[in-house]
């Protein structure tokens, strides 16, 4: 159930409960940003389970204070229908839901302002337990799924240190790594040039120290999608002309500058805040996820 107009958290819940009543869920989960959304359901429905989830550490942190069952979600998709398989995936994996349940999952509009809420029911599927997180992106330039996963291991690092208080963030431009080195430029002597191959294999845990020290330098780290490193410490171009870019506000010259190269390339870009830690993917030239580099997260690639 979808809205094209941006209901309050009052309106919202207003529809939910009787949903509820009717349809006699397991249990309701609250995909909220502040918790107000919760609050209200909880004032119309308090005869069913509720569960409130949340990407925000203090949100989680407010409502388990007030006796609310509460789920931390370690990301936060940029579409809704996937944070709703997201949602799903971490209930299911830490035992707050169970495969059969039947759940009505309503998201807050103000989680998505630009796409307004959605409510979801559904029998859980045993299949989301280990949604892999690359089943929540569109991963261009044949990336391999270890790449992935080891790029965004090695930039939850980065975060943490940025967390600590160091002043350091980074890029990892992954695929399509002669497009991206096009009109680019070296800001130091490429460190990696003239290395073996497996100095220079991304995926090779003896370089991953070497990569967070680079990380304190400017520039981005060039990767191709079978990981190995092109160069580090590059200075990216942008390019001309006008791109489809979705930058939420606030988000600084390093996020506008990954989110141009990946419209302009088929590469994908992993950056590190220097400000809050977070690490956000971008591709073609959109925000597809956010993650807190605190909390564990899904596996990055299925299990084979």
């Known amino acids: 159930m979808l809205s094209n107009s941006i209901r309050s958290d009052a309106e919202l819940a207003?529809?939910?409960?009787?949903?509820?009543?009717?349809?006699?869920?397991?249990?309701?989960?609250?995909?909220?940003?502040?918790?107000?959304?919760?609050?209200?359901?909880?004032?119309?429905?308090?005869?069913?389970?509720?569960v409130a989830a949340s990407a925000k550490a203090e949100t989680c942190a407010s409502l388990q204070k007030a006796g609310i069952e509460t789920v931390r979600?370690?990301?936060?998709?940029?579409?809704?229908?996937?944070?709703?398989?997201?949602?799903?995936?971490?209930?299911?994996?830490?035992?707050?839901?169970s495969v059969g349940d039947f759940v009505v999952c309503a998201v807050g509009a103000s989680i998505y302002p630009e796409e307004g809420d959605l409510i979801v029911l559904t029998d859980v599927d045993p299949a989301l337990e280990h949604l892999p997180v690359s089943d929540l992106l569109k991963l261009t330039d044949g990336i391999q799924p270890t790449v992935l996963?080891?790029?965004?291991?090695?930039?939850?690092?980065?975060?943490?240190?940025?967390?600590?208080?160091?002043?350091?963030?980074?890029?990892?431009?992954?695929?399509?790594?002669?497009?991206?080195?096009?009109?680019?430029?070296?800001?130091?002597?490429?460190?990696?040039?003239?290395?073996?191959?497996?100095?220079?294999?991304l995926t090779n845990p003896a370089v991953h120290d070497t990569l967070i020290e680079l990380a304190k330098l400017d520039g981005?780290?060039?990767?191709r999608?079978?990981?190995?490193?092109?160069?580090?410490?590059?200075?990216?171009?942008?390019?001309?002309?006008?791109?489809?870019?979705?930058?939420?506000?606030?988000?600084?010259?390093?996020?506008?500058?990954?989110?141009?190269?990946?419209?302009?390339?088929r590469a994908t870009a992993i950056v590190v805040s220097a400000t809050d830690g977070?690490?956000?993917?971008?591709?073609?030239?959109?925000?597809?996820?956010?993650?807190?580099?605190?909390v564990p997260y899904d596996p990055i690639s299925k299990v084979e």
């Not at 349809?23 to 502040?34: A, K, L």
């Not at 080195?181 to 220079?200: C, M, S, V, Y």
């Open 225 to 265: 999608g079978d990981g190995f490193i092109q160069s580090a410490a590059v200075f990216l171009a942008a390019g001309e002309g006008e791109h489809d870019l979705n930058i939420p506000a606030g988000l600084g010259a390093r996020h506008t500058v990954a989110a141009a190269v990946t419209a302009r390339t």
């Open 149 to 201: 996963e080891t790029s965004i291991a090695i930039a939850s690092k980065i975060g943490r240190v940025a967390r600590r208080g160091k002043r350091v963030g980074s890029i990892f431009m992954l695929g399509d790594s002669l497009k991206v080195l096009e009109g680019a430029r070296q800001l130091i002597p490429n460190p990696f040039k003239g290395h073996d191959n497996n100095i220079r294999r």
């Open 14 to 50: 207003q529809m939910v409960a009787p949903i509820a009543e009717t349809t006699q869920p397991d249990v309701i989960i609250c995909v909220t940003e502040s918790g107000v959304f919760v609050q209200h359901l909880l004032n119309k429905v308090n005869q069913f389970r509720i």
């Open 220 to 223: 981005a780290f060039v990767i």
């Open 73 to 97: 979600l370690p990301l936060h998709a940029a579409e809704k229908y996937n944070q709703v398989r997201h949602v799903f995936s971490v209930a299911l994996r830490t035992g707050v839901i």
């Open 278 to 294: 977070n690490v956000r993917v971008f591709s073609y030239g959109r925000l597809v996820m956010q993650l807190d580099p605190d």
